[in-house]
């Protein structure tokens, strides 16, 4: 068959909220690029149309279309992009009835009836649908009927391929300033999937936790430096350091065959010890992504974070001491929260003193636990559009209104960001003509996240 898989349009404006320029933050689609390669193993002709990086709006996709002729187009659908989701997937029907649509991705994970009511589509897949969609294309007539087909997950990793990034062009894949080292095409990978913790405000909260073989994702690694002389890898789990033999044994792998390799991941401040930072740093780790949220016990109780702001100062340390640069994950407007709390949030992360702080708008996502009890804690905007993080779709009770939310937003990265010591730490660090570029990049955004927000839909 042959087979279009489709990321819908959205520029870095409608992405953020806010006019950040060109300073990079588009992110390959690792999950129709897993997609594809299961396809492309079972001998289907597949294509990937990734929108935003390319700038393609819906007459792009429809000329693609015309030119592909596609047996099946699939697209994945998340929230802030239901509606042109839903715009995509009725132009397609209009023009190609015969053609077979199939949405995924959380939003559809979340909302599987509203999806197959609200959109022209025949298939709705739930859950991880690379574990499954060589059986679908199959018995496309028997789940068609189905028209809800319930995936559910990838129990073993490794029997996926790696995945099919040669239908991309990677070249045009920058990250944000904070997020490289050596250059921002760094290459992305995932090496688990799940998390089995409870934070309210997150879809995968509670979730079975599965990691690939260290063989396997060294095989991976030593793939993309064949292909493409990679120097620098970004894991995107959720909570990489789990398993902490796994991480020990992967960091013996890399230094004896990447000597040269940097990396970065994400995880959780009660994951890590000193002992695995060391080893992670020694390794090549330079940087760690943390998802703190707030300076004040009772609104990461509300969140059940299950951490105390004591652990988390504890572990910070040892973080810098490992000499790995932090990036720390503050969140505002959260459940129970006042002004006044969110300022402890603020004087909290100015207290830690990561490398890089991010202060997002607390969105209570549809499948969350948040989602359901939002209405006890404050008020919520159901327009999706605005589901990215950026916008003040819910406004906790302590709060006036949006536009106070909006302005304790902008004094969090105006106090974080301008203070003179801040700023001479970095300058301290600058040691290349890359990090001049980087640290101008990552002005700007700061620049563009305490300037006016976008007001307008796409």
């Given at each position: ?227 493409y002389g990679i120097r620098e890898v970004a894991f995107w789990d959720d909570i990489m350091t789990l398993n902490k033999k796994w991480m020990h044994d992967f960091c013996d792998a890399v230094e004896k065959e990447f000597p040269d390799l940097v990396w970065s991941c994400y995880t ?123 916008s003040p779709v819910f406004v906790p009770f302590g709060y006036k209104d949006s536009k106070e939310l909006m302005d304790i937003h902008k004094e969090a990265f105006r106090r974080f960001y301008m203070r003179p010591k801040y700023v001479l730490k970095r300058v301290s660090r600058i ?28």
């Amino acid at each position: 068959m042959k087979i279009l898989l489709i990321f819908p349009p959205q520029n870095l404006e409608e992405r953020y909220s806010h006019n950040m320029g060109n300073v990079g933050g588009f992110l390959p689609p690792l999950g129709l690029c897993y997609m594809a390669a299961v396809l492309e193993k079972d001998h289907h002709e597949v294509r990937i149309m990734d929108c935003p990086v390319n700038d393609y709006r819906i007459n792009h996709i429809m000329d693609e279309v015309r030119s592909f002729q596609p047996d099946v187009v699939g697209t994945a659908a998340i929230t802030s992009l239901a509606e042109v989701t839903k715009g995509i997937c009725a132009a397609i029907k209009k023009e190609f009835p015969n053609i077979t649509i199939l949405v995924g991705g959380p939003h559809a994970s979340i909302m599987p009836k509203e999806t197959a009511a609200g959109m022209a589509v025949d298939i709705v897949l739930v859950e991880e649908a690379d574990g499954m969609i060589g059986q679908i294309l199959a018995d496309l007539p028997k789940y068609k009927e189905m028209k809800i087909v319930h995936c559910g997950k990838v129990r073993d990793l490794n029997t996926l391929p790696y995945p099919a990034r040669h239908l991309i062009d990677m070249k045009k894949y920058t990250s944000l300033p904070n997020t490289y080292k050596t250059s921002s095409n760094v290459f992305q990978m995932v090496t688990s999937r799940g998390c089995p913790y409870t934070c309210t405000f997150c879809f995968d909260a509670k979730g079975t936790f599965r990691q690939r073989s260290v063989e396997n994702v060294i095989g991976e690694i030593r793939l993309l430096r064949k292909e493409y002389g990679i120097r620098e890898v970004a894991f995107w789990d959720d909570i990489m350091t789990l398993n902490k033999k796994w991480m020990h044994d992967f960091c013996d792998a890399v230094e004896k065959e990447f000597p040269d390799l940097v990396w970065s991941c994400y995880t959780r401040l009660n994951l890590v010890d000193k002992p695995l930072l060391i080893h992670m740093k020694k390794s090549g780790c330079w940087n760690i992504f943390f998802g703190i949220e707030a300076g004040d016990q009772e609104l990461l109780d509300n969140m059940k974070k299950l951490m105390t702001l004591e652990q988390m100062r504890q572990a910070v340390h040892w973080v810098q001491e490992a000499g790995i640069e932090i990036r720390g994950s503050f969140m505002i407007g959260l459940p129970g929260e006042t002004p006044e709390k969110a300022r402890k949030t603020i004087d909290f992360a100015i207290d830690l003193d990561p490398d890089y702080a991010q202060f997002s708008i607390t969105t209570p996502y549809p499948g969350t636990e948040l989602w359901n009890s939002a209405e006890k804690w404050g008020t919520l905007d159901r327009t999706f559009k605005d589901y990215h993080g950026w916008s003040p779709v819910f406004v906790p009770f302590g709060y006036k209104d949006s536009k106070e939310l909006m302005d304790i937003h902008k004094e969090a990265f105006r106090r974080f960001y301008m203070r003179p010591k801040y700023v001479l730490k970095r300058v301290s660090r600058i040691r290349s003509w890359n990090d001049i570029k980087r640290y101008m990049n990552g002005a700007r955004v700061v620049l563009g996240m305490i300037g006016k927000e976008k007001t307008t839909g796409y």
